[in-house]
């Protein structure tokens, strides 16, 4: 694996990417194409279907002290849930929270793992203009709901398309690019959505669609 830190917007929290991530991704894409993907949770604008079982505790053994050089979490960490992932939602499908930045959770100790097995569509962090907030911790969390909400009282809903670039209220930070076994470790309360382009397939076919594997963890200071 290589692994590169980098520090992004002014708040200068690390985006950890991670090449070659695992060491057969092409079983894990071929594992993929065997499942029963079903409608997401927790307003993922597509489907999920379960990982291999050895997939998390070979990939945990190896981030380890990523964890903790990146984010200072030294402590145990536990899966709060992973699965293949793709993208399928039209846009015209989309409702307002999922047109625009989101966050994970607000705890800092909550880790959010994407690892791409195709090439299609990125990763973009942003931040909210009027407050400044590239994070949205548990202290910002109410501060943040509220302005927003204010805002978009005001200036109405955003177009229907997925947001992947500057907006009236929104800026981009930082977008990582999809690569084929690349991995992303980020702090979930990270402003951040995935940077689908408008005119991105999305194919429900794991052979053809927006396959990743996404991973929720809570790591011990």
Known sequence: MKIDIQPIGHEREPVVVIEDFATD???????AMTRAFG???????????AL????????????????????????????????????TTRPENLSVGQRLPHCDAHARGRIALIHYLSSESGTAFFRHRSTGFETVDEC?????TDQLAAELRHVGPPPAAFIAGDTP????????EARYNRALLYRSCLLHSGAIQHDAMLSPD????RLTITGFLS???
Request: with cysteine; glycine share 8%.
């Open 39 to 49: 409608p997401a949770a927790h307003h993922y604008p597509g489907i999920r279907a």
């Open 169 to 176: 209220l929104f800026e981009r930070v930082m977008v990582a």
């Open 206 to 209: 794991p052979a053809v669609g």
């Open 52 to 87: 291999p079982d050895d997939y998390l505790p070979t990939q945990l053994c190896g981030i380890a002290q990523v964890l903790a050089d990146a984010f200072g979490a030294a402590g145990p960490v536990d899966v709060i849930d992973a699965s293949y992932s793709i993208v």
């Open 219 to 221: 790591v011990g200071e």
């Open 25 to 31: 991704p092409d079983a894990l894409r071929a594992f």
């Open 140 to 144: 910002r969390a109410a501060i943040y």
